[in-house]
């Protein structure tokens, strides 16, 4: 598709408004006699769903235009639903992969060697979730500044030279810093409590795990021979 107003259509970064306007002057300079506008439920400038700011911003646009205009207000759509969780969703993905990963590597590191083949699994799982999540602004930063030495942090637990603690400590760290982000806050279901009690149980489950996983580290250390 072609660009329009020196943007692209289907960018869903695109400047929303900036393209109504285009297409409304286009309709005055056909001589449309009615424009019918698919708008929001609660279109409204200070509203806390920067689409339905985006909508009430073209709703001035056509009342401004001199032609008559019919803005239908549909309510919420559930595939925006799915839109503004999925972050959250896919970055809780990673955190459930991560901790998979830390437990496993932790037990390779104590020792068990079965732990290898689920583990290069795990880490491929962890990988792909990676891959999703890498141009996703609410999180690019914290995957870099957390998750940069992974590779060398997996290399390690191989050759069996990584210190378990600090490997550990390595993912406890990259998993509170993802649990930190809250992609929806800002958004429409971030006044919504059942969803934020959703996601803030999932939160719950990431750090309960990451309790679990320091209390096993603890036992399998407590079991070693020799002086403690």
């Not at 914290?142 to 191989?158: E, G, N, W």
């Not at 996601?199 to 070693?224: F, G, H, N, P």
Request: with cysteine.
């Amino acid at each position: 598709m072609a660009d329009v107003a020196g943007q692209d259509p289907l960018d869903p970064h695109a400047d929303a408004v900036a393209l109504h306007r285009v297409a409304i002057e286009a309709a005055v300079a056909a001589g449309a006699g009615r424009i019918l506008y698919t708008s929001h439920q609660g279109a409204g400038a200070d509203s806390p769903f920067h689409p339905a700011r985006d909508h009430a911003a073209t709703e001035q646009l056509l009342a401004d235009s001199g032609l008559a205009w019919t803005a239908l207000r549909n309510g919420f759509y559930a595939h925006s639903l799915a839109w503004l969780l999925g972050l959250s969703l896919r970055v809780q993905a990673l955190v459930h992969q991560l901790q998979r990963e830390r437990g496993l590597t932790n037990g390779l590191l104590g020792g068990e060697e079965e732990f290898r083949p689920p583990l290069a699994v795990t880490r491929k799982r962890v990988d792909t979730a990676l891959r999703g999540l890498r141009r996703e602004r609410a999180v690019e930063d914290v995957i870099q500044r957390h998750l940069r030495r992974l590779t060398y942090i997996r290399a390690a637990a191989d050759r069996g030279t990584a210190d378990q603690a600090a490997t550990l400590s390595f993912s406890t760290g990259a998993v509170d810093a993802l649990n930190a982000v809250d992609p929806v806050a800002e958004s429409a279901t971030g006044t919504d409590r059942q969803l934020r009690d959703g996601l803030a149980a999932l939160r719950e489950l990431a750090a309960a795990k990451v309790t679990c996983a320091a209390d096993r580290q603890c036992r399998r250390r407590d079991r070693k021979p020799g002086p403690h």
